[in-house]
């Protein structure tokens, strides 16, 4: 079982940065692909970033391309993601994902465990 407790969410205007945060309990996180997934009210939860195992290979939905970066660090349990230029198009429920897979995806489906998420606002 693993539980990822994200942080880092909030209210920052158009043009700021913020860094989230998502913490992993376990001594199997090394061996999870984690990624970042948002949801916006009313719309389907939709995949933002994701990151390999070793942290070598990232992928990012074409929305957030050269404005976010996930990054991990193995011996912390954590996983992050850095978003710059934000826009209140991103205003969203952030989650973070693990999948025991470890192969990175870009869909819901190849994650299996699911933090609570964490609010962001992005106002205009």
């Known amino acids: 079982q693993v539980q990822l407790v994200e942080s880092g969410g909030g209210l920052v205007q158009a043009g700021g940065s913020l860094r989230l945060s998502c913490a992993a309990s376990?001594?199997?996180?090394?061996?999870?692909?984690m990624g970042w997934f948002r949801q916006a009210p009313g719309k389907e939860r939709e995949f933002v970033a994701t990151i390999s195992v070793s942290g070598g290979r990232t992928y990012y939905a074409d929305s957030v391309k050269g404005r976010f970066s996930i990054s991990r660090d193995n011996a912390k349990n954590t996983v992050y993601l850095r978003m710059n230029n934000l826009s209140p198009e991103d205003t969203a429920v952030y989650y973070c994902a693990a999948g025991v897979s470890s192969v990175t995806s870009s869909r819901t489906s190849g994650y299996d465990y699911w933090g609570q998420g964490t609010q962001v606002t992005v106002s205009s």
């Open positions: 376990g001594r199997t996180f090394s061996s999870y692909a």
